[in-house]
C-alpha cells in the first residue's frame, strides 16, 4: 500500500522568506540578501520560493574519515539542484577521532553546539548532515534534534576491506590485536604500524563495526538517513548515488513538513537500540542515542538498552564481535537485510516514519539477505541475547556491559563457575587515568595475576574531559606470554567500538563526580553478578562511609587542570554517561526553530 502524501506547505511558508524575502521589513531583507548575491546567486534564486538547504559539511583535511564528502557534497548540490532547492555548503568543526588530543568525544558537544547556531541563525529550510567518523553522526543528529527542521544524513561509508599476508585487517580491531603480538615481542614497531596501516586501504570511515558503522547503521534504523544508504563502502559508485539521492529528497522533505521530531519517536529509538544488538553495535552508541532521544524531548534511559535490546540476538557477523567487514556486510544486504529478519520476528516498530515519507516496514521488509555467513538468520544467529547489560551497585549508578564480546576463554575463566554462575570476585588494581596505567601495567609491585580487576578511574566527562576510550585494558606483558590475553576491566571512561573486550564502562557517576569508583583502593575485593545486574566493592557500609567522609576532606577525586577554555566549559555543565553526556540544561531549547 503507497504511503498516504503528506500535505505540502505553501512556498510563503519557507522560514528563509523571513531573512531573503520579507516586504515588511525591506531594510533588513536588502541586508540579507545582497551578500549572498556576491558571488553569483541571482535574486530570483533566492526569492521565488525555493527551498534554502543545508550541507553540513563535516570533511576536511583535518578529519580524514569524513574527507570524502568534500567530493559526495557536489553530488548532493547536484540532486537539491534537481529537486529545486539552492545548497548552502557550510564547513562543521573537525571530530576526528584518532586525531583530536586529548579525546574527540570532547567536541561533540562543541560540534552540536555550533551547529545548533549555524541552523538556527541562517536562512536554512532544511539541512543534509554528512556523517561519518564516530562523534559526527551524534552531533549532527543531536543539533538537529534541538533545532529541528528538516534533516537527513547521510555516511560517507566505510573504507574498502584492510588485508595483510592473506587475513583480513579490520580498523581499531587489528590495532588491538597488533599491539598483544608486539608487546609478546612477536613483532617490532615498524611491522606493527605496517599491519595497523593495512586497515586502512581506501577513504571513509572504520570498516569495522565501530562506532563509526554502528552509529551511522542507526541512524538508517531511527529513520534519519535513506534505507540501504549507510553500509555503501565510500569508494563505491552506490555512494555518489545515494549522495544524489539524499539531496533531492531533502528538498522534497522541506515542502512536507518533515521534521526530526515526527521521525525520531520513541518507536524509532526502540527500534535503534534492537538494531544496535543484532549489528554488534557499539558500547558508545547508548551514550550518543540516550543524548538525541533527550534532545527531542524523548525518555531513554541505560534500562531501557537492557530491557529493549538485551534479549535480541547478534545477526551480523562483523569485527569486532564476528570476522567479516564493511563490504561484506554491504553485499550482503547491509542494515535493510538486518532490519527485515527483526520485523520477521515481530522486534522492530514497522510503522515508525523515516525520511523518505515511508516507515521502516515498507521500506525494509522486502530486504533480502545475499550472504547468510554475513547476516544470519534471527533463528541461528551467532549468539543469543547479544545486548548490553546494565550494572549496578556501590562502584556505580549505571555501567554498561557489551555481552557479545564475551570470549569461550572470559567465560571459562570468570563465568563458568557452577557454583556462582555468571557472577566473579577479584582483587582491585586501580589506575587513575590512562596515563597512570601506561606507567606502571609492567610494575611487578603490583602483583597482578588471573584474579585481578583493572580499574579506570578519572577517565569520565570531567575526569579526562570528554571521556577517554581507555578502559579496555591489557594487560601486563609478562601475563599475555603466559597466555592471559584478558583480564576483566571495569572504568568510568569509554571503550572504542572497534574492541572486542567485554569491558564494564560508561561507569555513571564517574570519580570526579563522586561515584563509587574514587573511593576504591588497591587490593580491595569486588563482586561482579551479571545475573543480578549488581557491581559491589566488598566492604562494610561503615568502611565505604569513612572513605567517602576522607574523600569529601580532600576536596573530591582530584583531576587534571583543563588546557583549554572548552575543557574548562564542558567539566562545568556536563553530564554523565549514562545520560547522554550532554550539557546541562541543553534538553531544554527543544525544537527551537519553531519558537
Ligand atoms: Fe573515524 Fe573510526 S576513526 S570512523
Ligand atoms: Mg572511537
Redesign the pocket.
Known sequence: MAPTPRPRIDPSRLRSRLWFDNPDNPGMTALYLERYLNYGLTQAELQAGKPLIGIAQTGSDLSPCNRHHMELAKRVRDGITAAGGVAFEFPCHPIQ?TGKRPTAALDRNLAYLSLVEVLYGYPLDGVVLLTGC?KTMPACLMAAATVNIPAISLNVGPMLNGWSRGERTGSGTVVWKARERHAAGDIDYQQFLDIVASSAPSTGHCNTM??ASTMNALAEALGMALPGSAAIPAPYRERGQAAYATGQRIVEMVWEDLKPSDILTREAFENAIVANTAIGGST?APIHINAIAKLIGVPLTCDDWERVGYDIPLLVNMQPAGAYLGEEYFRAGGLPAVIAELIEAGKIHADALTCNGRTIGENCREARTWDREVIKPYSEPLRERAGFLNLKGTLFDSAIMKTSVISREFYDRYLSNPNDPYAFEGRVVVFDGPEDYHHRIDDPALDIDENTILIMRGAGPIGYPGAA?VVNMQPPGALIRRGVLSLPCIGDGRQ??TSGTPSILNASPEAAAGGGLALLQNGDRIRIDLNKRQADILLSDEELARRREDLAARGGYPYPASQTPWQAIQRAMVEQLSEGMILRGSDAFQKVAQT
Open positions: 577521532e564516530d565501530g562506532t558508545n576510550e572504542s567500538g
